[in-house]
């Protein structure tokens, strides 16, 4: 099984609301990854899980939260997003020790009103 | 600076043709350079990587050159197929993060039939 999978594939919010963007793969792998990315734009590094510890922010808002529950599964918690958030938002995972291969999951497509 | 530049922004090619996407670099401390390939509506995906100790791999009809007195690598889709139209990405990974990819701007390649 080589899939990353991710739910919800698509998601709209208010800026008052909370949800939350669920990822898992059972590739076995140890870290695991959130990327933002806008239109025509490449991936843009958000958080990085490494052994189930937070081991990279990139200085990203508190209104995203990460949560990586077992060495399965990483969610990522949104609250009070601005429309500016929307974009579509990728999981992937890969060895521990670095991405020699990131596999991504096909994205959550957030759209904040 | 920790910076990719990809060029061209966008490219079109016949069936059949040959495609080039160049990418160059400036932080000599990287040490692994992926290429991925991003479908509309879909997660990037691993196509060919390259370590600076190379000069060329060959995958198939996909071939990376690097040139590391130049600080420059460049992807080749020989035979190019309308299936290959797609965003192709180069990345690269520094010496000092195990996690975290320099992605380039992204190329948007179409092949006529």
């Known amino acids: 099984d080589t899939e990353v999978t991710q739910t919800p594939k698509h998601l709209v919010m208010g800026m008052t609301n909370k949800k939350s963007l669920k990822c898992e793969q059972h590739?076995?792998?140890?870290?695991m990854y959130w990327y933002k990315q806008k239109a025509k734009k490449p991936p843009e590094l958000m958080f990085v899980?490494?052994?189930?510890?937070?081991?990279i922010n990139e200085s990203v808002p508190s209104r995203f939260s990460p949560e990586c529950p077992n060495s399965s599964l990483l969610n990522l918690h949104l609250h009070a997003l601005q429309p500016e958030d929307s974009a579509l938002y990728l999981c992937?995972?890969?060895?521990?020790?670095?991405?020699?291969?990131?596999?991504f999951g096909e994205g959550s497509r957030l759209t904040v009103l | 600076q920790q910076q990719v530049k990809q060029s061209p922004q966008s490219l079109i090619v016949q069936k059949g043709g040959i495609s080039i996407i160049n990418c160059a670099y400036e932080?000599?401390?990287?040490?692994?350079f992926p290429w991925y390939q991003q479908f509309p509506g879909k997660g990037p995906a691993l196509l060919i990587a390259?370590?600076?100790?190379?000069s060329e791999k060959k995958e198939g009809r996909f071939t990376i050159s690097f040139n590391k007195s130049a600080k420059q690598f460049s992807l080749h889709i020989m035979d190019s197929q309308p299936g290959d139209s797609a965003t192709y990405f180069c990345?690269?990974?520094?010496?000092?993060?195990?996690?975290?990819?320099?992605f380039g701007s992204g190329t948007r390649l179409l092949v006529r039939p």
């Open positions: 990345a690269a990974k520094g010496m000092d993060s195990s996690y975290k990819l320099i």
């Open positions: 899980y490494s052994y189930e510890k937070l081991s």
């Open positions: 932080n000599t401390a990287f040490d692994y």
């Open positions: 390259i370590r600076p100790d190379v």
């Open positions: 992937a995972s890969s060895l521990a020790g670095g991405p020699g291969e990131l596999f």
């Open positions: 590739m076995g792998h140890r870290a």
